[in-house]
């Protein structure tokens, strides 16, 4: 018996170590054994270490079949060399698609979020189920971060994408955040799916003792103050420097700023400026090092800007959670990310862009000591318990087998609709 053939389409993909790339590898392998796995992705911006893939390449990894387009790879930092790789990744998915072997469902994502439209064009064109799996709410996003400027171009997108998920057969987000905004703009609750993301609590666990992250850069005598992730500009991470600045005096302390982003050299600049000797930047950790690195906090910092809190969910909370190590939540109380820490006894909530509150909270963290480790017990028995990869993995698998075995049906256009909480773009 043919088994169901689902296409996921992505930029990131194995061996690109960024987050969303890492998390579909997992999805996809996992799902291998059910479905005919297909993904359609681009070039890695930064690859795995020790990895070297060939420009195009495609073939068979763990039972997924991986088309590999061509497309510019220019610097993150810059607008045009990211708006040149999204462009160029988008049309050559565009010219690829159309010849890989016809999907029963197709899972856009949205690195770059453009690619809902082409979702849009294969649900109609090749009769494919359609699921938009969305790890951020574009264009309003974008507009939030000031990438894009409010206009006729954010508010012709944002009508396009909206108007491809209410003719979508499923659409996934990471929040009950997300879930609202998209409910707002007018898809049908029935088609509307939590699925947070995940990590692998068997990969990532607590080196709390002998932690060689911390003896290979002197940190074994240190508090630990991290942020690993992202260092781009929705976590506006300047206020952490800040902290560090009011805290400089602290010779036990060291912010370790762990990994790449669109923001790391203006980062690294301001601190170079202020002469914070006590943040240090590191690069992206390997795969089998990350519970090791994780693991060599002894407090986490995670950020969620306030413009932001509806449109994504950061996923590196599961992975600090998973490390036994408790965080520290830049965001507003009410949102998710917020809730979860609060709730669970995971560390603590401070308001967003107050720098003096971090710093007090940082200082308290240090003095106590047993409440971190009780915070940190915690958050290992939450990540077992709520975060593993597979309750995530059997919810999707069940929705692809569900939508896989509907005999697909072109949509009708959906006329946009405005709903009163919409965000003015």
């Not at 893939?53 to 510019?72: C, D, K, M, Q």
């Not at 910092?301 to 036994?324: D, I, N």
């Not at 309750?391 to 697909?408: C, D, F, G, H, I």
Request: aromatic content about 6%; glycine content about 6%.
């Amino acid at each position: 018996m043919l088994r169901p053939r689902i296409l996921f389409v992505n930029r990131s993909y194995w061996p690109d170590v960024e987050a969303t790339g890492q998390l579909l590898t997992e999805l996809c392998e996992d799902l291998a054994g059910d479905f005919d796995v297909h993904v359609l992705c681009g070039q890695p911006q930064k690859a795995a270490v020790g990895i070297e893939l060939a420009r195009g390449s495609s073939g068979n990894r763990n039972g997924v079949t991986i088309h590999r387009v061509r497309h510019t790879r220019f610097d993150k930092a810059s607008f045009f060399g990211r708006l040149a790789n999204m462009l160029t990744f988008q049309a050559a998915c565009c010219g690829k698609a159309f010849s890989v072997p016809r999907p029963d469902v197709v899972v856009t994502e949205t690195d770059p979020p453009l690619l809902c439209l082409l979702g849009g064009l294969l649900q109609r064109l090749r009769r494919a189920r359609l699921v938009c799996y969305l790890q951020d709410i574009y264009p309003d996003v974008a507009v939030a971060l000031g990438k894009m400027k409010p206009g006729l171009i954010t508010r012709g997108l944002r009508r396009a994408f909206f108007a491809v998920y209410r003719t979508s057969d499923a659409v996934i987000v990471l929040s009950e955040d997300m879930r609202r905004l998209i409910a707002d703009g007018g898809v049908p609750a029935a088609r509307l799916h939590v699925l947070r993301n995940w990590v692998d609590t068997a990969a990532i666990y607590p080196v709390k003792q002998d932690n060689g992250f911390r003896f290979e850069h002197g940190l074994a005598d240190k508090f630990v103050v991290m942020y690993s992730g992202n260092l781009g500009l929705s976590q506006r991470l300047e206020q952490v420097l800040e902290a560090a600045e009011q805290l400089r005096q602290r010779d036990d302390m060291v912010f370790a700023l762990v990994g790449d982003g669109a923001d790391r050299r203006r980062l690294e600049r301001l601190a170079a400026e202020k002469d914070l000797r006590n943040v240090r930047f590191f690069d992206y950790q390997a795969k089998l090092r990350l519970a090791e690195s994780l693991s060599a906090a002894d407090v986490h910092l995670v950020a969620l800007r306030p413009e932001v809190k509806q449109l994504l969910m950061p996923s590196k909370l599961y992975g600090v959670l998973a490390s036994g190590t408790p965080a520290i939540v830049l965001a507003e109380a009410d949102c998710e990310l917020a809730r979860t820490v609060v709730e669970h006894d995971l560390g603590c909530v401070v308001a967003s862009e107050d720098p003096a509150a971090l710093a007090a909270a940082i200082s308290a963290a240090c003095k106590s000591r047993a409440a971190l480790a009780r915070q940190g017990a915690g958050a290992r028995a939450f990540a077992e318990a709520n975060c593993g990869r597979g309750a995530s993995v059997v919810a999707m698998r069940e929705l692809l087998a569900k939508l896989a075995a509907r005999p697909a049906v072109v949509p009708l256009s959906a006329e946009p609709q405005v709903a009163a909480s919409r965000p003015a773009l």
